[in-house]
């Protein structure tokens, strides 16, 4: 049986988006190791600090920044995080100065948000309605 235990996001700047991604996102620093020019990054829940392991990675191919504008040209979500509760994720987020590009919308099963992580990617947030 297969595991994902690590997956990836493209970000601008290493540094900055540890900070993003801990201080103001909530995660955790997991794994932080020099590859050459860059670093190993990852970062985790604090709720599963055993969990999947996010790797912040630098978008250092030039297909990589394409396919990220790309994407937020399109309004369309690099990752998606899940969330106990849509709207109170978006209100905490957006105290911190988070900028959503979408607000918590009802999609049937789901209610969604969509931020942009200043990183250059757009990031979605779920909860499961029960």
Same mark, same amino acid.
């Given at each position: 049986m297969l595991t994902i235990n690590v997956t990836s996001v493209y970000?601008?700047?290493q540094a900055k988006a540890l900070a993003f991604y801990t201080d103001v996102l909530g995660f955790v620093k997991k794994t932080d190791v020099p590859?050459?020019?860059a670093r190993?990054?990852?970062v985790v829940s604090p709720a599963h600090p055993d969990?999947?392991?996010l790797l912040l990675e630098p978008t250092g191919h030039p297909a990589a &920044?394409?396919?990220k504008e790309a994407l937020v040209a399109d309004g369309i979500p690099?990752?998606?995080?899940? +969330?106990?509760?849509a709207q109170a994720e978006y209100?905490?987020?957006?105290?911190a100065g +988070?900028?959503? +590009? &979408?607000e918590p919308t009802d999609l049937g099963p789901v209610v969604t948000a969509v931020f942009d992580d200043t990183c250059g990617n757009l990031i979605q947030i779920a909860a499961e309605k029960g």
């Open positions: 970000v601008d700047d590859a050459g020019g190993w990054l990852t969990g999947v392991e &920044q394409v396919y690099f990752t998606s995080f899940a +969330v106990e509760d209100e905490r987020l957006s105290a +988070v900028k959503f +590009v &979408q």
